[in-house]
Every structure is written in C-alpha cells, then in structure tokens.
Nanobody, 127 residues
Framework: QTLLVESGGGLVQPGGSLRLSCVAS????????IGWFRQAPGRERERVSC????????NYKDSVKGRFTTSRDNARKTVYLQMDSLKHEDTAVYYC????????????????????WGKGTPVTVST
C-alpha cells in the first residue's frame, strides 16, 4: 500500500518553530522528489518547498526562504520541514506529495504531476 503520512503540526505562537515529518511507504522513495504544499482556508494550494530524491537539491517559495528548511532521510523514508520564525500567514494545512523524477538530482514538485499525497497536518500560528 502506497502511503504518505504527515505529522508534527499544531498550534504555535508567532516567532515559534515546528518540524513536520512525512513518512513514506509502498514505493521506491529515492526515485521521487518530495514537495511540501499548504492550503489556507479560502485559498488555493501552494507549493512551499521541494527536495530532490537524493536530497542534494532544494527550492522554496520566496516567502519562506530563510525560515523553512526541508531535508530527507532516505534510509528512514522520511522528509522533514523545519519551520522557524513562523508568521500568522503560515497558518494552513500542510501536505507532502511525491513526484517521480528521471534521476534523483531533479528538483521538480508540481502538484499536478505529484502521484502520491498525504492527508495533511494542520499548522496554526496564533497568539
């Protein structure tokens, strides 16, 4: 069974930190780039970050650069999103998604090309 399961969301004050995890099963993890996406109420889903299958390459949405860091542990089939200096506007449900890539150095996380999705974990930034 192919699964992506997110965890680590919760309520945090502005300026605080959270670390999200995404654990995969049922597919060859190294062959997939993993993206973190988020969707706030009333807004479209947007990509936050992307990491290549090897973990060597990453990219980020401009508004989170310098605050969020994605990493992966292929032995554990897990991808992380470290979120620091959180802001009210980071409030959303966060999803991880897997996109097959031709080699493990490709950084490509398009929501329409992502084959597997988790069910999401909510993040609320509030006082």
């Amino acid at each position: 069974q192919t699964l992506l399961v997110e965890s680590g969301g919760g309520l945090v004050q502005p300026g605080g930190s959270l670390r999200l995890s995404c654990v995969a099963s049922g597919f060859i993890f190294d062959n997939y780039a993993i993206g973190w996406f988020r969707q706030a109420p009333g807004r479209e889903r947007e990509r936050v970050s992307c990491i290549s299958g090897s973990g060597a390459g990453t990219n980020y949405k401009d508004s989170v650069k310098g605050r969020f860091t994605t990493s992966r542990d292929n032995a554990r089939k897990t991808v992380y999103l470290q979120m620091d200096s959180l802001k009210h506007e980071d409030t959303a449900v966060y999803y991880c998604a897997a996109q097959w890539t031709v080699n493990s150095d490709v950084i490509s996380c398009d929501q329409y090309d992502s084959l597997y999705w988790g069910k999401g974990t909510p993040v609320t930034v509030s006082t």
